[in-house]
């Protein structure tokens, strides 16, 4: 294990050992974050609060702990920042809304952020969400490879404390993509684990059938880390293969590739590319229910979007004036939405969770392969995803469109970097069976050590682009 | 009762302000639904799936081979 050269970019478990060696300490981890977030926060603006003062005496005390040999793992004084919509003990969640700036400080951990506190990591502070987590674009954050560019959405300032090597863990919390898509928008990874694996207590829910915790990471190697400690499980070896003979991976086009920038098009055919020259079968078929899932996944978003926002401001409408015009409209409309529309869609997903088991079974998949955005990053005064045809997209609908039927069916998904497209970051979705992460975190390790691409951080702020 | 007060009342039971039917964004929000509907399949037999017992776990998903390699 070499010694993080870089206190920003060393793996977890490379940073752990060089703890355990007293090459650094944990003190110097936090003022090394604290000094990052100094400097790059002006611009980047991913950041709500900042628990520095607490940070630094947690810090103390975990350097304590391992010069005593009281060991928790390798989380044990490795800062992660928060979402501000899940609860840290101390902090006000304020859920990026305005109707909520005088919240008081939460009185306790949401059990996803205490898992990760008991596993010995230090809560450094709260991050940036879209208002009440429903959107894509993370204002104010800002885009670590183009500032003028949204991070995306809605975890966008856990996905650039991590990019930007501030944090190597944040906790984001992903209803049609919220994890996935600012991973892919900043270059990170994600992982959306297994519907209803990880407690939502503490958690301000968005659309609580489809609502899912789960960390942001800059290696899936580090990703595991987290991962097993926010299921509470006890710290375990990452997963490893050394290629992917045997491993069957389901590449639909259709739906999936059908509507893509020509540069993500092209960054995304050679990640599936080097899927198969490092031993894995790519079968190309299509998942005939993935427009039916994205539809029934935005019919129950946008229902029960409505149901908790509404409650958040207290079911007063003049109040529900604070939040951001769509968000009001989306709330107002939705409280509209027959009956009928959002029991076809439960009725729906239902059907579509056996076709997509129905599909992995008949063509023996281990995974299904697809690009987790049709673009990369819009600009922030300019939230539109423009096509060569001249067509444009709102960012919302499609950053969500291939990310949302994987919400539908509740599976498990890894997102991943996988290139460049105009000089900003790519990503792919790995989606497995529920429950099935170790194989999954297995296929995208492999693929990673051979692709490379989470080796790439972007320029801080005030440095000059590569 | 007429058909525009129905939608009044309508509006009243969801506690949302009546002008809020005539915004044209709630117009385009409820044209996006209706895509979503369309593509939903209502009335699709396939949807007839939805009915049967189904563990969403997939239990009975082992491959008809066995797994791959772990």
């Known amino acids: ?466 | 009762v007429t058909a525009v007060p129905a939608v009044a009342l309508l509006a009243g039971i969801a506690g949302v302000p009546a002008e809020v039917l005539e915004d044209h964004e709630v117009g385009a929000y409820f044209a996006d639904l209706a895509d979503a509907m369309n593509q939903l399949g209502a009335g699709d037999p396939a949807l007839d799936a939805a009915d049967e017992p189904f563990d969403p776990a997939w239990p009975e998903d082992a491959p008809a081979e066995g797994p791959s390699q772990p």
């Not at chain 1, 992982?191 to 942001?216: H, V, W």
């Not at chain 1, 996944?297 to 015009?325: F, H, K, S």
């Open chain 1, 1 to 466: 294990v070499s010694v993080p050269t870089d206190l920003g970019h060393g793996t977890i478990l490379a940073t752990a050992a060089a703890l355990r060696s007293r090459q650094v300490r944990a003190i110097d981890l936090v003022q090394a974050a604290l000094d990052r977030i100094e400097r790059m926060d002006p611009v980047l603006r991913s950041w709500v609060v900042v628990d520095g003062e607490r940070a630094l005496a947690a810090a103390r005390d975990a350097d304590r702990d391992l010069a005593t040999g009281s060991d928790r793992g390798p989380l044990q004084g490795i800062p992660v920042a928060v979402k501000d919509i899940i609860d840290a003990a101390g902090l006000p969640t304020r859920c990026g809304s305005s109707v909520l700036r005088d919240a008081g400080p939460a009185a306790r951990d949401a059990p996803v952020v205490a898992r990760l506190r008991a596993a010995g990591a230090i809560v450094l502070g709260k991050t940036v969400t879209q208002e009440f987590a429903a959107g894509v674009l993370s204002p104010p954050a800002r885009n670590p490879w183009d500032p003028a560019r949204t991070p995306g959405g809605s975890s966008g300032g856990s996905a650039v404390a991590v990019a930007t090597g501030t944090v190597r863990l944040a906790l984001g919390t992903d209803t049609g993509g919220s994890i996935r898509i600012p991973a892919a928008a900043v270059g990170v990874c994600g992982y959306k684990p297994t519907f209803g694996s990880l407690p939502l207590a503490g958690i301000a829910p968005l659309a609580p059938s489809l609502d899912t915790a789960g960390p942001l990471a800059a290696s899936v190697a580090d990703l595991w880390v987290g991962w097993r400690a926010l299921a509470g499980l006890p710290p375990a070896p990452a997963p490893a293969r050394d290629d992917l003979r045997g491993v069957r991976i389901g590449a639909p086009r259709g739906f999936f590739r059908g509507r893509l920038q020509p540069g993500v098009a092209d960054a995304f055919a050679g990640a599936a590319a080097l899927f198969a020259e490092i031993g894995a079968d790519l079968v190309e078929a299509d998942w005939a229910d993935a427009a039916r899932a994205r539809a029934a996944a935005y019919v129950i978003n946008r229902a029960e979007t409505a149901e908790t926002v509404w409650r958040a401001v207290g079911g007063d409408a003049p109040r529900l004036d604070a939040v951001n015009a769509d968000l009001r409209t989306r709330v107002l409309a939705g409280r509209l939405v027959p009956a009928v529309a959002v029991t076809e869609a439960r009725r729906a997903r239902r059907a579509i969770r056996r076709s997509i088991a129905d599909h992995y079974r008949a063509h023996r998949l281990d995974a299904v392969l697809v690009p987790t955005l049709p673009a990369v990053a819009v600009p922030a005064d300019d939230p539109v995803v423009r096509f060569p045809d001249g067509a444009a997209e709102n960012a919302g609908v499609a950053f969500t469109r291939l990310t949302m039927p994987f919400n539908a069916t509740g599976q498990p998904v890894l997102a991943l970097p996988c290139g460049f497209a105009d000089g900003l970051p790519v990503g792919l979705q790995l989606a497995g069976r529920p429950g099935d992460d170790e194989r999954l975190f297995a296929v995208a390790a492999a693929w990673e050590a051979a692709a490379g691409w989470h080796h790439c951080h972007p320029p801080l702020p005030h440095e000059s682009a590569p």
